[in-house]
């Protein structure tokens, strides 16, 4: 869905401010379907408060002191998926019961009608005053339990209200439903929760280590300024919405004009935007010709054209799906029915004419009709997307130009291919010079497909440019990037990747690996795969990964690649198993395309976009 800022006072700030978060902006209206409406108050109570949490609204955002830094994307994607979001100040959040308007939104909006919301209630009300005392408030330490302890607490509180910079900071809440499952956000605009929030407290028991248990999962991110909780609630059922007939245009063609006013009538009746009238055959395929409707209402017996001749030459142009014709006839017999869908009519109705009738079969052609436009238009945006998306993704490696500097420089043939599936995947690679004689290569490969494994993607080519210019041994950056991915990836998600690092002036090269599959090393003659293995990053909170050293002499080649050259099928076989992928290097080896040699032999097997994203790099060292 479009997120939509309706503002109820405008201001060319405001404005502003929204359309560089990428909203759309609407005055004071309820914008259409497909979009998600967001009330935009200079401050909220609570009676506006729960208005903004009921359909078609999607919540408010305040921008009293100002409007937020800038919406998360936790917080916008929710929207986008069909969720509800609140932007509240902290002063807000703290004097109105949100946690309770909010779940019981979430109730009625998104979950079964017989859904126990109780722990949903308390577990928002625990998020929401962690990020308002730990976060916006920037309270930390233990209480002592006494009432000596209350009343510093509540002192604290009272000096935190009073602070203008703090309570003008957000508190972002915001759930959608997928997956099975109810996920929930609450995020601080402050320094985030305090180490000592997630250990018990006498004074407050109610921390964030007691409702970790009480949900589905539950993770801290954005170094703990996010709170996310998921609960398997099951969803509710909503009745499919109909599309709008505001923007459709139905032709009625007859040749008498009490016929055609009473159709446009009941068109109008509808809700049918626009309505053309037409007397005959020729003056129809002329309207037609200069603004074609979504629906024609066609007469039979009509002088000059009849409404067969007519329906015959726009089936010459136009298939049943692309403009839909539905005959209106006094001829009721069988054989006349079956000649109005012979000259290629969608339906028949009869006269005299049934109101009810008539509105409910042109409704489902309409509704069809709009529908299938829809759908067309969904799946070319998805598809525009996707091609961006994977196009931004493979200009993550990199470019023939680099590799063609680094090769210069250290004398090595090097060679990278990606070859990406019909979606979005998960691979990745890159080169990083260590040294004016060392190389470092790395490959990843992310569990699962679509915008998850590619935003993943973008998530390790962050962590690498962050690196310091001296890069670590591979098993120390393995372990580094393990850390930084723990944190981020969800339960479920994790990588496989190997490192390299090449070493001329030693001749040698030292490798890690967590659970990649296993390189194939030329040298002196022979071919070999690289005995390595690790655990996988992501997945554990401290692994240990192994670090090996072999010789990387003049004609020496390393072939490194992606699960999908050793899994894909072609019928009931291996494309390449692990004997043929030695045998094709064997034949292969010396040629400095080693890479592409093997691609090549892939792809005669099974033409076409690999079943998964396809990445194979080789290095080489020739001989002098």
């Not at 109820?8 to 502003?16: G, L, V, Y």
């Not at 209402?297 to 007519?310: F, H, K, S």
């Not at 967590?514 to 997945?539: N, Y």
Request: hydrophobic share 45%.
């Amino acid at each position: 869905m479009n997120i939509v800022a309706v503002l109820t006072e405008p201001s060319p700030a405001q404005e502003r401010f929204f359309h560089q978060q990428g909203w759309q902006v609407a005055r004071s209206q309820m914008p259409g379907m497909g979009q998600a409406p967001i009330a935009v108050r200079d401050r909220f109570d609570e009676t506006t408060l729960r208005h903004a949490l009921k359909e078609p609204w999607a919540g408010g955002v305040e921008t009293a002191g100002g409007p937020p830094e800038n919406f998360s994307g936790c917080f916008q994607r929710h929207l986008a998926e069909g969720g509800l979001g609140l932007s509240l100040r902290s002063d807000t959040a703290y004097g109105i019961d949100v946690a309770s308007l909010f779940s019981a939104a979430l109730q009625q909006r998104l979950l079964s009608s017989d859904s126990e919301i109780d722990d949903l209630e308390f577990v928002l009300h625990e998020m929401i005053s962690n990020a308002l005392l730990h976060g916006n408030f920037g309270m930390a330490g233990a209480l002592t339990p006494d009432v000596a302890g209350l009343d510093a607490f509540e002192d604290r509180v009272e000096a935190a209200l009073a602070d203008a910079d703090k309570v003008r900071r957000r508190v972002q809440i915001s759930a959608v439903y997928a997956d099975g499952l109810l996920e929930v956000a609450v995020e601080d605009e402050g320094a985030g929760f305090a180490e000592d929030s997630v250990r018990p407290d006498a004074v407050r028991p109610h921390g964030l280590d007691f409702i970790s248990g009480m949900v589905d999962s539950f993770r801290l991110e954005e170094n703990g300024r996010r709170a996310v909780a998921t609960f398997p609630f099951r969803p509710r059922q909503k009745p499919a919405n109909m599309v709008s007939l505001e923007h459709a245009t139905v032709l009625v063609v007859d040749d008498k004009k009490l016929n055609r006013d009473l159709l446009t009538a009941l068109m109008t009746a509808m809700g049918v935007g626009r309505i053309l009238q037409a007397e005959d055959g020729d003056q129809a395929l002329a309207r037609i010709e200069q603004c074609k409707p979504d629906l024609v209402l066609l007469d039979v017996m009509m002088p000059n054209v009849d409404g067969y001749d007519t329906c015959r030459t726009l089936r010459r142009h136009y298939s049943l799906s692309d403009l839909p014709v539905i005959f209106i006839t006094a001829l009721d017999g069988p054989s006349d029915r079956f000649a109005c869908f012979a000259a290629g009519g969608n339906d028949v109705i009869s006269k005299p004419l049934n109101n009810a009738e008539v509105i409910a079969r042109v409704g489902v052609h309409l509704q069809l009709g709009l529908i299938m436009d829809k759908l067309k238009l969904f799946q070319d945006r998805v598809h525009d997307e996707l091609q961006q998306a994977r196009s931004a993704q493979l200009a993550l490696t990199p470019t023939p130009q680099s590799i063609d500097q680094i090769a210069d420089r250290t004398g090595l043939a090097i060679e990278g291919l990606m070859e990406t599936s019909s979606e979005l995947g998960g691979d990745f690679w890159t080169l990083m010079e260590t040294g004016p004689r060392q190389l470092c290569l790395l490959m990843a490969d992310f569990t699962g497909h679509g915008t998850m494994a590619a935003f993943n993607v973008f998530r390790l080519h962050l962590l690498l440019s962050r690196l310091p210019r001296q890069v670590p041994p591979p098993a120390r950056l393995l372990d580094l990037l393990n850390g930084e991915l723990r944190r981020v990836l969800k339960p479920g998600e994790f990588a496989s990747v190997f490192v390299a690092l090449i070493d001329l002036d030693r001749q040698s090269l030292t490798f890690s690996s967590a659970a990649a599959p296993p390189p194939v090393l030329v040298s002196e003659g022979e071919v070999r795969f690289l005995e390595c293995e690790g655990p996988p990053l992501g997945a554990f909170d401290h692994p240990e990964f192994e670090e090996w050293s072999v010789p990387f002499q003049p004609g020496t080649q390393l072939l490194i690649y992606s699960d999908a050259l050793v899994e894909s099928v072609a019928g009931d076989a291996l494309v390449c198993s692990d004997d043929t992928l030695l045998d094709w290097v064997r034949q292969d080896r010396g040629d400095r395309r080693l890479a592409a040699a093997i691609l090549e032999r892939f792809s005669a097997i099974l033409p076409g976009d690999p079943p998964d994203d396809l990445s194979l790099v080789s290095v080489g060292w020739p001989q002098d």
